[in-house]
């Protein structure tokens, strides 16, 4: 509809309604662009604005583009690292190497003192008394769960404490001051083998109440009566050439080495008193010898003989503590 929008007045006087609802505030056109202008900062007119979602798109889809378009920025957003997050110096680097390697190895010396004191031990042979299943300057990993919760076996390879001065006074090892110390410390946590020289390691023989004797008619060892067919003693040697004829008493064991005419075992400290004085009390037993570790070219598995000793009887009488 067209017409004069105020008839009271004159034409020529009239002006356009302001924008905005009658009875509102008159705007101000002294800065009025062109109608056809666009407007600053208005978005472009195939854009649209915030929030606004654009034809054909629903309300709620052009939310959530808008949501993840917030993440990507949000994942995509770099950090400035300031002064207090730069990295360490080379000094603070290396004091830090120190302190991480001081606590991996004081660990590992704890780790190997427990397993010195409750499971294992290394230990140094110094003769050939056990030939040939070890030699002199072999090394020999001990469990020291036998005895105790494991039992002691006849055939049993074990290390044990001098009983009764049989290697009489050992004679030590010259060592500087320094390196005195550093040998007693390895050695106390376990990562040296034991060689102060009162330890000896020779075979089972005779558990307690075993009657051990030497020899029959054709010169075998016999255990309870049962002859013993060895294969570990070394190749040439007797089982025997010293008669004995004794009985184990309680909580000792009857030990011999394999190289029986090198080998001052049980047989040479006894007092012809029955196996009481050259019997070793197991109390002084520091565990069963396991393997050889060293040389490395020599590593064997100490097995126990199982069939030397398949065909012995239990002892037809108590052990005896006299």
Same mark, same amino acid.
């Given at each position: ?20 609802? #009658? ?5 101000? @056109? ?9 407007? #600053?900062?208005?978005? &472009?007119?195939?854009?649209? /604005?915030?929030?606004?979602? &654009? ?31 730069? *990295?360490?110096?080379?000094? @603070? ?45 072999? *090394? ?56 102060? =020289?009162?330890?000896?390691? +020779? @075979? ?9 004797? $030497? $020899? ?8 309870? =009566? ?7 003693i070394k190749p040439g040697d007797e089982p025997s050439r010293q ?6 008493? /309680? ?5 011999? =080495? ?8 049980? *047989? ?7 196996? +009481? ?17 060293? #040389?490395? &070219? ?5 097995? @126990?003989?199982?069939?030397?000793? &398949? +065909? ?11």
């Amino acid at each position: 509809m067209t017409g004069n929008p105020r008839p009271d007045l004159p034409e020529d006087v009239q002006e356009p309604m302001p924008h905005g609802p #009658p009875g509102g505030t008159p705007v101000d @056109r002294s800065g009025q662009v062109p109608a056809d202008a666009p407007a #600053p900062d208005a978005p &472009a007119a195939d854009v649209p /604005a915030a929030g606004v979602p &654009a034809a054909g798109v629903p309300a709620g889809a052009a939310h959530d583009d808008l949501e993840h378009d917030d993440e990507l920025e949000h994942e995509e957003t770099v950090y400035e690292i300031g002064p207090g997050d730069r *990295r360490q110096g080379p000094g @603070r680097a290396v004091l830090s190497a120190v302190k991480e390697a001081a606590i991996v190895v004081g660990m590992a010396l704890v780790l190997s003192l427990v397993v010195k004191t409750w499971l294992m031990q290394a230990f140094y042979i110094p003769s050939g008394s056990m030939e040939n299943t070890l030699v002199n300057g072999d *090394r020999v990993i001990v469990s020291k769960l036998t005895p105790g919760p494991f039992a002691l076996q006849r055939g049993d390879v074990v290390v044990f404490e001098d009983p009764a001065n049989w290697l009489g006074e050992p004679v030590p090892v010259q060592r500087g001051p320094v390196g005195a110390a550093v040998h007693n410390t390895l050695t106390f946590v376990g990562l040296l083998p034991t060689d102060e =020289g009162n330890h000896l390691i +020779k @075979r089972v023989i005779g558990l307690p109440g075993d009657h051990v004797v $030497c $020899c029959d008619d054709q010169h075998r060892i016999t255990v309870n =009566g049962a002859p013993l067919n060895e294969p570990y003693i070394k190749p040439g040697d007797e089982p025997s050439r010293q008669e004995f004829d004794i009985t184990v008493p /309680a909580g000792r064991v009857w030990v011999m =080495g394999d190289h029986r005419s090198d080998s001052s075992d049980s *047989r040479f400290h006894d007092n012809g008193d029955g196996g +009481k004085t050259g019997s070793v009390p197991e109390s002084k037993i520091v565990g069963r010898a396991l393997s050889v570790v060293w #040389p490395v &070219a020599d590593w064997s598995w100490l097995s @126990r003989p199982t069939a030397t000793f &398949a +065909k012995v009887p239990p002892p037809q009488t108590t052990a005896s503590g006299h």
